[in-house]
């Protein structure tokens, strides 16, 4: 499996946009980069999932250069909702071993 | 579908006892996880299964800990006897396998806090 490394906190105001960055320099050809989200005392939750180039979703936008060896994760005019934890995983999804593991996260914390 | 059922949502239990987590997948999906959360330690996966058979048990602490997945729509997570040091939130996620290559949506219960006492 990929290691990935994410900054372990990050500090921000309403209605900015906010990247977190994530690296995996051993990216296989196969795997793709997730990104979960999780609210204090609640299980983590999908946010987006790409292989390469950008992609967006009514949440978040997901941008991965060509080399693939990181990713960022963009989350415009945040509020303090998206106070949270922010995940980054990296790993095949069509093995039949795949498992899903979590690094330290990214913990993102959305000031007035 | 209701998500991911975990139960209780709260355990609190004297050491030595034995706990049993218990979980119920979207109806469908063919992977089950469990993980344990804790301050320290982060969000570690135990064990998963593919169609009710485990696949790697290589994150389960030790053999007090044991999980089984009878059918398709119930699994438990056993520890037995418990000990302060496993007080955490013990999280159960599903996934389907829509023979896509992209898939890797996981869904997660609530989680069972347990304590330890």
């Known amino acids: 499996l990929a290691k990935t490394t994410q900054p372990i906190s990050m500090d921000s105001y309403e209605g900015q946009e906010v990247n977190i960055t994530c690296s995996h320099n051993n990216i296989a050809t196969n795997d793709y980069i997730t990104w979960y989200q999780q609210f204090p005392s609640q299980g983590p939750r999908f946010i987006i999932q790409?292989?390469?180039t950008k992609v967006t979703n009514e949440v978040a936008s997901l941008f991965i250069p060509a080399d693939r060896k990181s990713s960022t994760l963009s989350l415009p005019r945040v509020s303090l909702s998206d106070t949270a934890v922010y995940y980054c995983l990296v790993g095949d999804p069509g093995s039949s071993a795949s498992k899903i593991i979590f690094g330290s996260g990214t913990r993102l914390s959305i000031r007035p | 579908d209701a998500g991911v059922i975990q139960s209780p949502r709260h355990e609190v239990t004297e050491m030595g006892q034995e706990v049993t987590l218990r979980c119920k997948p979207i109806s469908g999906h063919d992977y089950l996880f469990w993980y344990r959360q804790t301050m320290m330690r982060g969000l570690e996966l135990l064990i998963y299964?593919?169609?009710?058979?485990?696949?790697?048990d290589s994150g389960m602490p030790e053999d007090r800990f044991s999980a089984k997945m009878p059918n398709a729509s119930f699994s438990t997570l056993k520890i037995q006897p418990s000990e302060p040091r496993d007080s955490a939130v013990y999280f159960c996620?599903?996934?389907?396998?829509?023979?896509?290559?992209?898939?890797?949506?996981?869904?997660f219960g609530q989680g069972t806090r347990l304590t330890v006492v």
């Open positions: 996620a599903s996934r389907g396998d829509d023979g896509t290559s992209s898939n890797t949506e996981a869904f």
């Open positions: 299964f593919n169609n009710n058979v485990p696949i790697d």
């Open positions: 790409g292989y390469k």
